[in-house]
């Protein structure tokens, strides 16, 4: 049986939102009204597990917690091994992320428990705890794991979790990737952490945040949907 720890107590599990209302001169308050209230929204792809298991046993989840669907060729992983800050690129396949869906990428060498998970597969995906990942679309970073630039020696720490033979999975009350790849990391502020070589989170995310379309994330394009 896998044994689970919550890190974070009542302060994440609650995972309320002290959402704004949106209130303009401009616009009748009717018509807003399916606008509000503005809660945490999710924006872009960001990493929902990562998988730091025994041997060759490492994953990486990502989730689209948006409204739309989304090209995930259009994205790739780097990793920085060793605090180093030079990187490896991991290509994304062709694929249509639908909205709350995720995509699974495994170790090419994993077990074959593991390996069943995936929906791409890589020999670059190899990291062992002391290893910096980016998550870009384009370059632009939308999540980020460790610190670039730094090697924590074996593994980023903090009480009671560890980045290495763990499985790290994203809080629920996360909404978006951590886009500054080199400032200090404290996994235990945005993950919850599982034994080692746990894989049966892989395969969806459960998160707390209101998704966002895309195609209407600004202010100027909301508005212009009611002229
Ligand atoms: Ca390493
Ligand atoms: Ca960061
Ligand atoms: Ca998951």
Redesign the pocket.
Known sequence: MQTTKRILSSNTVASIYKCAIITTAIFATALLAPLSPACAQTTDLFISEYVEGSSNNKALEIFNGTADEIELSDYHILRFSNGSTSSTTIALNAHTMEPGTVYVIVNEFADANLLAMAQQTSSELNFNGNDSLGLKRGSMVVD?FG?VGEDPGTAWTCPGGTTLNQTLRRLPAICNG????????NPCLEYEFFSVDTFDGLGDHFSDCASVSTGHDTWDEVKALYR
Do not use: A, K, P
Not at 178 to 185: A, G, K, L, N, Y
């Open positions: 980020s610190r951590d886009t500054v790849i080199d400032d200090e990391f």
